[in-house]
């Protein structure tokens, strides 16, 4: 079965604190991984997808076939980091459909 | 370049009715997916459309339908409403159906069925 697991529903951290959003995937083909990110008030947009091994706004996720996982992580938090974080899964049938987890509210705390 | 806009942003029905959800494609984009988004989960994949034709379909039962117009714009329809059906509905155009293909999202449309 296809399915992507976030087992935190909300994270919370002081600014400065490293974080960790885990993300574990079940796929039996070769997976494409990316993190979605929602700001309050603001619609879904990618931040940063396994294939193109960027960092973005310090964020960076590897993608471990071993463990399937596909954890994000900041070595320093920032207050404007606050959001929702989706990590999710591309399939090749059904139109490149996208799975996701049920997604990780990451809090920054001044 | 325009975002993907959907319309309504807000929409309350009754039980039993039937509704019809609106998205515009990003300019240049000939790919339109469908998403349900329930309270405290993620987006549920519900169908693709590329150049007007269904193109892979999630597990959602037929009164959910949709359309994909020449201009690439789409409309999502579902008959028969209950009260599951009430969700966040977010549409996402992409430039094509290919890997490299990334899906930009629109601001989404919430249905309440009551």
């Known amino acids: 079965a296809q399915r992507v697991t976030q087992p935190e529903k909300l994270l919370s951290v002081f600014k400065g604190a490293p974080v960790e959003l885990k993300c574990n995937y079940s796929?039996?083909?070769?997976?494409?991984l990316f993190w979605y990110v929602q700001y309050s008030r603001q619609r879904l947009q990618l931040l940063l997808r396994?294939?193109s091994r960027e960092s973005i706004k310090g964020f960076t996720a590897d993608l471990n076939k071993g463990e399937t996982s596909f954890h994000l992580k900041k070595p320093f938090a920032q207050e404007e980091d606050s959001a929702m974080y989706y990590c999710?899964?591309?399939?090749?049938?059904?139109?490149?459909?996208?799975?996701f987890g049920q997604g990780t509210e990451l809090s920054v705390k001044p | 370049e325009t975002g993907v806009t959907q319309s309504p942003t807000h929409l309350i029905k009754t039980r039993g009715q039937q509704v019809t959800l609106r998205c515009s494609s990003q300019?240049?984009?000939?790919?339109v997916s469908w998403y349900q988004q329930a309270l405290g989960q993620g987006p549920q994949f519900i169908f693709q459309?590329?150049?007007?034709?269904?193109?892979g379909r999630g597990n959602f039962p037929p009164r959910f339908s949709g359309l994909q117009f020449p201009n690439y714009s789409s409309e999502l329809n579902v008959n028969a409403l209950e009260l599951d059906d009430s969700a966040l509905y977010l549409c996402?155009?992409?430039?094509?159906?290919?890997?490299?293909?990334?899906?930009?999202f629109g601001p989404g449309t919430r249905l309440t069925v009551t």
């Open positions: 999710a899964l591309r399939v090749y049938n059904q139109g490149g459909k996208l799975i």
């Open positions: 996402a155009s992409s430039g094509g159906v290919g890997t490299q293909a990334e899906q930009y």
């Open positions: 796929y039996s083909g070769s997976p494409e």
């Open positions: 396994h294939i």
């Open positions: 459309y590329y150049r007007e034709e269904e193109n």
């Open positions: 300019s240049g984009h000939n790919t």
